[in-house]
């Protein structure tokens, strides 16, 4: 007999029931749910204060309130402001075929061999067919995640946006939520912003670019387009990343002439994505100094990021697409509904252009952080760096904890934001890759969960202390 006849197989596939059946039982066998052990505590007003709030309900948001149910903390509210089933970006913008990451990285599942991916895919394709995938389809990916959100029972509150973010008398946090027009105030202990690339700043376009067009005539690729409009036009791209080839192919698909722009004379061919998903740098990022951390965000910076082989074969040899390397733009202008872009190889036009320019990361972007930003540290207040590593916009990044959790810019000033943890983008400089990645999310999340147990234990430890079973007077130390 074989080694490999005693492995385990799963259920057969198409059996998704018998599936969730032992999703149910490991868990069990883990304890979960655990008693909750964490005390209600009230506002200086008298309004009780909820533990977590989780902003976002994509992976990571998700991973997150089910990690803290694992660790007994029940108390989790988790709003999206997309509607059920469109949270994160996978059916909304992300128009890539397949993820880039590894089919076999793990996270949301918080270590349950039955929730993960693989076992969710094989159970209803077949082992076989897990070995034949190259990558997951994207919109596979968000099924799963629906499956996930279901069968772990995390509840998301959808058409819920955060507008408000501010410290209360106590210490704690207060929001403000909107829904269908209405808002409500609640505290919290803790706020998790678990809100995807842009959390932390916004998607960027060049504003010399964009002003002189109507919004009808461009699009950002984390925008909604619809595609279909753009059959028989000549569309600009702009950019040279993931995105700016994935938005090239969707409009290629959709029967539009693509013209690919970027400034750099050639394609970048240096990968690193093998070297920043090493176990080492996942886990240990966040223990460097702050000058060890800026040398790997500024070597990471000068590298770029290469659009994928996948993506950019997706249109190389199409017949309507042309790439102009080395071809910055210098102006627009909207003239007899077309768009005339002054490059520096000459004069161009386009119906419509899509900006694949990625995101900026400045607290004071997000206007639900207007409270927040300016108390919070920045990498500019605290580090600064030599000419050879000059890299503005590592300084606007927040500079964090090794919870996540924003520091005070100034000591005293406000201690109740470290409350907040920002679980997506804008981590990266501070704690590396994290939940608005896939890559990350697993390690990540083990030290978010963590410092949010610390915390939520150290606050009310008097309580804890208290129901701590004593002996009576009458006992002395050692009777029984």
Known sequence: MGADDHRWQGPAAGALSELEARVTYELDCLSFPEASWVPEVFDTNGQRAGAVLVVGGGQAGLATAFALKREGIHDVTVVDRNPSGREGPW????????????????????????????????????????EALQRIPTPMWMDYLLWFRKISGVEVSNGVELADCRGTLSGLVEVKLQSAGTSR????RHV??????DGGGCWYTPPEFTRPLPRSAWAHTSDPIDLEMLRGCRVAVLGAGASAFDAAAAALDHGATVDLYFRRAGLLKVEHRAWLEQAGFLR???????????????RLLSLGAPAPESAVARVIGHASFSMHAGTGWIETAYRDGRIQITTSAGPREADFAIFGTGARYDLSMRPELASVAPLAARWCDRFTPDETQRADEVGLYPYLGRGFELLERVQGQAPWIKRIHLFNYAATPSVGVS??????????????????????????????????????????????
């Open 185 to 188: 105030s609640a505290v919290f």
């Open 435 to 480: 939940g608005s990645s896939g890559t990350g999310l697993k390690t990540g999340l083990q030290r978010l969960v963590g410092a949010i147990i610390e915390r939520l234990y150290v606050d009310s430890f008097d309580r804890h202390l208290a129901a701590m079973p004593w002996p009576s007077q009458s006992t002395s130390p050692g009777e029984s």
């Open 91 to 130: 059916i909304n913008f992300a128009r890539m075929l397949t993820l880039r990451t590894p089919k076999y990285l793990t996270g949301p599942d918080y270590g349950i061999p039955s929730l993960t991916f693989r076992a969710w895919f094989e159970c209803q394709h077949g082992a076989s067919a897990w």
């Open 192 to 197: 998790v912003l678990a809100n995807g690339m």
């Open 284 to 298: 240990g990022f966040g223990a460097l100094d702050d000058r060890q951390k800026w040398a790997v965000m500024h």
